[in-house]
């Protein structure tokens, strides 16, 4: 069933308004309400779906950080089989010891987020068939959502997480251009919020990746969430950023005050990209999609996935930088490992009656 992914279901309670999950894309299509502009409360209500009966969430007490790493040569060739030995992980530039290490594929939940605002006409049909060959790709036990956005009131779950590629198919078919203010941050954050909580439902702690795949031209009108609320939300994930940035039709003019529409765009998208230990990609031509479509997927299933314990146990809720080294090759050949910049420790839970949250309101 479609549903509608709404903005200000993270922040319901304190903007004062009632929000439905579900409903038509007709709904959705024919709301012009804007988002409020409204502080987010120190405790932030989330509503997330409930799992069934069935889908018993089996919970494993473990601090092991995950990273997914990629490697390359000086030309930004992957480079695959490097043994455990030659990995060294550091946090806060001290030696970690690694607990977890595979350089088999492992199974996926990603996210394929699409800007269906004005600005994609042209390319849309091109990109639908460029998320097509990503789902061809995917293996049996990868679970893929699709998302299409436009403005914040207008982010829209078209298929939820599934590995059946007919009813992923079905969805990106069923993308639409539409006017509005593109909210570029707050699909993207509502996105990884919407993998992080499909993780928690599986039943095993398999070293699943997750991933999210933005397509968009980059520049963001109208988000209720600013940049640094979204770089906060990453910090806490795992899950990585690919991009498809169509940033060509965007200005190239900047003034004294600051870069031009195109180059504040790629400064974002590059961000995202390299703070998430992903890639970002800016087709010249849509005939590049195909093959970039591809070049995502393999990308996606041929990295090394390595978790460490920490050597700094404390749950204080501070940032900690993750760097990670390989040994050049035996002929003296530079290896360059790719990973997330960095993670933001769990915080130990205050007591229940130190702090009252405030409860959700759901439409009756």
């Known amino acids: 069933m479609k549903k509608i992914f709404l903005l200000l279901a993270s922040v319901i309670f304190a903007a004062g308004i009632c929000v439905t999950f579900g409903g038509s894309p007709a709904s959705a299509r024919g ?92 390319q849309i049909e091109k990109v639908i068939e460029a998320g097509k060959i990503m ?9 893929t959502e699709i998302v299409r956005f436009v403005s914040s009131d207008k982010i829209e779950v078209k298929q939820d997480f599934t590995s059946n590629k007919d009813d992923l198919k079905y969805a990106l078919d069923n993308m639409n251009i539409e006017g509005g203010q593109t909210a570029i941050i707050d699909a993207v954050y509502l996105a990884v919020q919407s993998i992080d909580e499909y993780k928690k439902t599986q039943k095993s702690d398999d070293h699943r990746r997750k991933a999210l795949i933005l397509v968009s031209d980059g520049e963001d009108r109208s988000s209720f969430y600013n940049m640094e609320q979204l770089f ?81 146990d404390k749950h204080d809720g501070t940032y900690r930088s993750i760097r990670v080294s390989v040994d050049d090759c035996p002929d ?17 839970i205050v007591p229940p009656n130190a702090q009252k949250s405030p409860t959700p309101v759901k439409n009756p």
């Open 31 to 122: 709301s012009n309400a804007a988002a409020t502009p409204t502080p987010i409360p120190a405790v932030t209500p989330t509503l997330v779906p409930k799992p069934t009966p069935d889908d018993e969430v089996i919970k494993i007490d473990t601090d092991l950080v995950n990273l997914t790493v990629r490697v390359v040569d000086r030309n930004n060739h992957v480079i695959n089989n490097i043994p455990e030995k030659d990995f060294k992980i550091f946090e806060d530039g001290v030696l970690q010891k690694i607990g977890f290490f595979s350089t088999s594929e492992v199974p996926t939940n990603y996210a394929i987020v699409v800007d269906n605002s004005g600005s994609m006409r042209s």
């Open 135 to 143: 789902v061809n790709t995917n293996r049996p036990a990868d679970a």
């Open 232 to 312: 906060e939300l990453l910090k806490e994930s795992e899950v990585q950023i690919y991009v498809i940035g169509f940033t060509d039709e965007l200005g190239k003019t900047g003034n004294f005050i600051g870069k031009s529409p195109q180059g504040k765009a790629r400064a974002f998208l590059d961000r995202m990209a390299t703070e998430t230990g992903g890639k970002a990609y800016y087709p010249t031509s849509l005939n590049d999609l195909p093959r970039l479509a591809t070049e995502i997927s393999n990308e996606l299933r041929t990295q090394y996935s390595i978790g460490y314990e920490p050597s700094n």
């Open 332 to 348: 003296k050949q530079r290896r360059i490992a790719i990973t997330r910049a960095g993670r933001t420790a769990d915080k130990d």
